[in-house]
């Protein structure tokens, strides 16, 4: 019995957030950003092919309604909106520095080119082939290799900047 | 063979290369400590990233994405304008959320309540009852179907330490359910029906019982009594009702008599509230 289009979306939902997040870096804009995408596939649901990787289908979806919006608007984010983690004060420490340290990525991310942003997000976070990442993007699969490598070494430079500022900022409190 | 660029090192690690380059890296790795450091801070950056995203999975979808995804032909779905939708945010919060606090005439209501107890009578003597059904035209319908799926996604993950929550408004009182063994555990905020609505989730040691979720949401119209929805797929039992404006589900494993119960203690919780 094959599972209606409805259901299959609903399955995926919480993978295309978590990508829409990645190439939009809001909440917010991510959410709207999979509700468009929802709407697009449910009118265009004829030009899925039976036998090929729905998510597959919804992440190229996702993506190409997010390349239209960037051309067809201001891209300035709407931060004032942004719904991202609260900080509690009676958060524990460690939290607090987790949670931090996992912002920082998730900013640095945000500095990546559109295209880099997409190869991390389907690849390292999702988990998928350099063939199914090339898939999606439509381009060769050496063209997702380059633009992988070159993500991951700018990601790991921002990181290693970001600690070594840390630790000089540590180094000037200890001193003082 | 040369050394590994970083190309061929992220490839490697990424398990996307044949046999015979792999074994190569694999050698110059064992040879070299430097390109071993690089590899381990590759490595270490890439499950930073992973890490940082993931918490996405465990939040709970909202309700407009589960509408858009039934799409605009489900029967009673509500897909939020995206435009409206942006407009609404950008509203301060006090407005949305004013509806949280008690006003007047509920604590009017809730003052004739006191002293009654938790009585049937203040219920329909018989709620209405129904299977594992789909389209029941009943206004909530769409909202009662979407449930199960959210307990099954989320109420689980809720009970679980490390779940970030949203912070509640501070003249919000949370109902308390620790005579059923259940502890309150946070809240998240959805869409339902185009109005802002509350998850509430709880938790309880008694594995037999599971996790609870509780729904509340901003629904102008006509009150309906207590409905009963059984949903075989995960097991999971719903009590929905609607009450002064506003609309509000139970949802669980537990079985359908203990969360009646629980069903019960919330209407007249609410209706103080």
Known sequence: MSVSISDQLIAVLPRMRRFARGLTGSAVEADDLVQAACERALTRAHQFQEGTRFDSWMFRIVQTVWIDQLRARDTRREEAEEEGVHL?????GRRVEARLALEEVRNALQDLP?????????VTVDGLSYKEAAEIAEVPVGTIMSRLARARVALQAKLDAGRGLRRSTENVKADG | MSKPTDERLIAYLDGELEDGERAEIA???????????RAAALSESAAQLRAAFDEVLREPVPERLMAAAHGPAAAGATVVDLAAAREQRARPRTREHRWWVAPAAAAAIAGLIVGIGISKSLLPEQPTVTGNTSGTGEPSANFVQNIPGYYLHYATAASSEGTSFDKLPQNFRVPDLKPWGLEYRGARFVMVEGHEAMQLFYRTDNKALGPVMVMVGDAPGIDERPRF???DDGDVNVWSWRSHGHTYAVAGTANMGYLWNIQNDLAYQFDGI
């Not at chain 1, 509690?88 to 524990?92: A, I, K, Y």
């Not at chain 1, 559109?114 to 389907?122: D, G, H, K, T, Y």
């Not at chain 2, 790795?29 to 450091?37: A, G, T």
């Open chain 2, 229 to 231: 929805k059984h949903v």
């Open chain 2, 27 to 37: 050698h110059w790795l064992e040879q070299d400590p430097e390109l071993r450091d």
């Open chain 1, 88 to 92: 509690g004060t009676d958060e524990p």
């Open chain 1, 114 to 122: 559109l295209e880099q942003r997409a190869a991390l997000m389907l």
